[in-house]
């Protein structure tokens, strides 16, 4: 049974930082490209960043490029996303998904809301 | 970008009748190579992450019942829900894997009249 379980959201001021992280359990997670999505509250689904198996291919949203770094450690089968330089407009529930054998999401985490406020 | 529309943004359907939503890409999402429609359908239940309901426009993810059915081709696509149940009160949202960066459409919140 896959689970992936997310942490490190919270409470930050602008131009601060933060880290994410993302547990994966039930499926073989170094054979897996990995993405982060996240939802301001009450809006839609935003993509934010890809990961490839390996650690080697990484692609971004145009907003987050240079401030944000996605990441893997496949011997703690876990997913990161290092968020630098936070805006207002980073503020949503941010979503690690599996990604299925094409470049949709079969597996999500439950989320954790990152909150930019002074 | 391949910008995403959803329409409508709300439904209403009454128990037992039939949920139609459509998506709009703003270019062909149909790849030459192998015939196939880079689009999927998600479900968003309140407080809940999004479930993978189809891909490749029309393919069920396994355990999705079959009252949930997409098509089209190129641009235009639907998600139908025949036979709405109770349990379908959600948001849907289209999403394109043609290229990055992935977009999802709006999303079309439907509910029971």
């Known amino acids: 049974q896959v689970h992936l379980v997310e942490s490190g959201g919270g409470v930050v001021q602008p131009g601060r930082s933060l880290r994410l992280s993302c547990v994966a359990s039930?499926?073989?997670?170094?054979?897996?490209?990995m993405h982060w999505v996240r939802q301001a509250p009450g809006k839609g689904l935003e993509w934010v960043a890809f990961?490839?198996?390996?650690?080697?291919?990484?692609y971004y949203v145009e907003s987050v490029k240079g401030r944000f770094t996605i990441s893997r450690d496949n011997s703690k089968s876990a997913l990161y996303l290092q968020m630098n330089s936070l805006r207002a407009e980073d503020s949503a529930v941010y979503y690690c998904?599996?990604?299925?054998?094409?470049?949709?999401?079969?597996?999500w985490g439950q989320g954790t809301l990152v909150t930019v406020s002074s | 970008d391949i910008v995403m529309t959803q329409s409508p943004d709300s439904l209403a359907v009454s128990l037992g009748e039939r949920a139609t939503i459509n998506c709009k890409s703003s270019?062909?999402?149909?790849?030459?190579?192998?015939?196939?429609?880079?689009l999927a359908w998600y479900q968003q239940k309140p407080g809940q992450p999004p479930k993978l309901l189809l891909y490749w426009a029309s393919t069920r993810e396994s355990g999705v019942p079959d009252r949930f059915s997409g098509s089209g081709s190129g641009t235009d696509f639907t998600l139908t829900i025949n036979t709405l149940q109770a349990e379908d009160v959600a948001v849907y949202y289209c999403q394109q894997y043609y290229s990055i960066p992935l977009t999802f459409g709006g999303g079309t919140k439907v509910v029971i009249k």
């Open positions: 990961i490839s198996y390996d650690g080697i291919d990484k």
């Open positions: 039930g499926f073989t997670f170094n054979s897996y490209d």
């Open positions: 270019q062909s999402l149909l790849y030459s190579s192998n015939n196939e429609n880079y």
């Open positions: 998904a599996k990604k299925k054998s094409v470049d949709c999401f079969d597996y």
